[in-house]
Every structure is written in C-alpha cells, then in structure tokens.
C-alpha cells in the first residue's frame, strides 16, 4: 500500500489551502479516509474522515465549519480543504485508510495501521 499526500505549505491567518492524497495497492472505494495531524510536541490528533462512499462525514470539532474533507473514488484519492487557517491549525497532515469510529455516538475516531509520510501546514499570524 502506498500513501502520498501533497499539498501542503505555508499561509498567513486566515488563508487557505487543499491537501490530497493519493492511494494505491488497495481498493480505495472500500475503506474509510481519514486526515490527522501532529503539531510539535503534541500528540498526533483526528482532524476529518469519511466513510467508503464519501456520503458521510466526520470532524474534530476545532475544525468543523473550516475544513471539508472529500474524496474521489475513482481517481483512489481524498482531499481536505481547509479554510481560516490559523496559527493552531500548524502540525504535520497524516493521511490515513481505514480509520475507525467508536462511541455511542461514533464521535471517537481511531486512524488505521497505513499512513501517509505527511504534509506540512504552517500557519503564521
């Protein structure tokens, strides 16, 4: 399996940017997608998922409202789109297949065992 994300950069407040990623060596319509991210000495954190279809969506709740993930199934990829960066929103992006939800209410996401080498999102004030 391989996992390519792209897309990342730097932005002032306020600025956006779309992050993809590219997988291969699986069948991509059946799993999960999911983003997270690690900003330094923090620990790696669920930002956004969708399930198999893209009909369904989740998000952390500092992201709601700016981000958006998606996905395209027939080109094997997954996109987040991420508006009003700010500087909190600076961390490494990890994409990730098959990530699970748990909890009552499947608001506890848990990433899979395959991640993408990430991106950086630095977001200066």
């Known amino acids: 399996v391989q996992v390519a994300e792209s897309g990342g950069g730097s932005v002032q407040t306020g600025g956006s940017l779309r992050l993809s990623c590219v997988v291969s060596g699986v069948t991509f319509s059946s799993y999960n997608m999911g983003w997270f991210r690690q900003a330094p000495g923090k620990e790696r954190e669920f930002v956004a998922a969708?399930?198999?279809?893209?009909?369904?969506?989740y998000y952390a709740v500092s992201v709601k409202g700016r981000f958006t993930i998606s996905r395209d199934n027939a080109k094997n990829t997954v996109y987040l789109e991420m508006t009003s960066l700010q500087p909190e929103d600076t961390a490494v992006y990890y994409c990730?297949?098959?990530?699970?939800?748990?909890?009552?209410?499947?608001?506890?996401?848990?990433?899979?065992?395959?991640w993408g080498q990430g991106t950086q999102v630095t977001v200066s004030s």
């Open positions: 969708t399930i198999w279809s893209g009909e369904r969506r």
């Open positions: 990730n297949v098959n990530p699970i939800a748990t909890g009552p209410r499947l608001d506890t996401w848990h990433p899979g065992t395959v």
